[in-house]
């Protein structure tokens, strides 16, 4: 059984710029949650994907976006990027919006 | 409002001493309830989730926790710590039940540090 991945594992990108990152979820899941970790902070519900649509945001704007695929894996999107947005960002895949959650690796996104 | 407190930001135990995290959580309901670690570089690892029933959950590790409503508390314990227990640990409440959305809260963490 292979868990969740996610990829790239750093990245480094400038202020205003657009950036993608990949998750890809647990074998027989069919949901997809992503999450802000801010340095020294707990993580924070950004969206939940749910066989392809949207199941629920949190407090983020709408240059968060994401997309789920057919074969479940997910896209977190960030345009317009903000020093602020330097963070880890975990990705969590379950079977349903209430099942257990189980996470990646995180991808380390750093803003100059 | 939905949180989760965690007042100990740093913790430092020797190596065979017993271990308390607390947690405490702001709900309207009965929530779910998960106590997660995550080291260094590394994603979060679900340690043990509490839903219903029997108070006293047992998790992997050797953690348990107990789930007091009265006091609105769900503090993690181990009876002996080992140094490869030192990471950091979350606890979380899941919002939605009966297939809606579950969305995590999560408090600020714990950071455990192991003395030999």
């Known amino acids: 059984e292979t868990g969740v991945t996610q990829s790239p594992t750093h990245l480094i990108k400038t202020r205003g710029q657009q950036v993608t990152l990949r998750c890809s979820s647990q074998s027989g899941h069919n949901t997809v949650s992503w999450y802000q970790q801010a340095l020294g902070q707990g993580p924070q519900f950004i969206f939940q994907y749910y066989r392809e649509e949207e199941n629920g945001r949190g407090n983020f704007p709408p240059r968060f976006s994401g997309l789920q695929f057919p074969n479940y894996s997910s896209e977190l999107n960030v345009n317009a990027l903000e020093l602020d947005d330097s963070a880890l960002y975990l990705c969590a895949s379950s079977l349903g919006g209430a099942g257990e959650q189980f996470f990646g690796p995180g991808t380390r996104l750093t803003v100059l | 409002a939905q949180s989760v407190t965690q007042p100990d930001i740093h913790i430092t135990v020797s190596e065979g001493a017993s271990l308390e995290l607390r947690c405490n959580y702001s709900?309207?309901?009965?929530?779910?309830l998960f106590w997660y670690v995550q080291s260094p570089g590394q994603g979060l690892q679900l340690l043990l989730k509490y839903f219903s029933g029997d108070t006293l959950v047992q998790g992997i590790k050797g953690f348990e926790a107990e789930f007091k409503r009265s006091q609105s508390s769900f503090n993690l314990r181990k009876p002996s710590v080992h140094w490869s227990d030192a990471a950091e640990y979350f606890c979380a409440v899941g919002l939605g039940r009966g297939g809606a959305t579950n969305k995590l809260i999560f408090g600020t963490g714990t950071l455990l540090a192991v003395q030999p």
């Open positions: 709900y309207g309901a009965t929530p779910y």
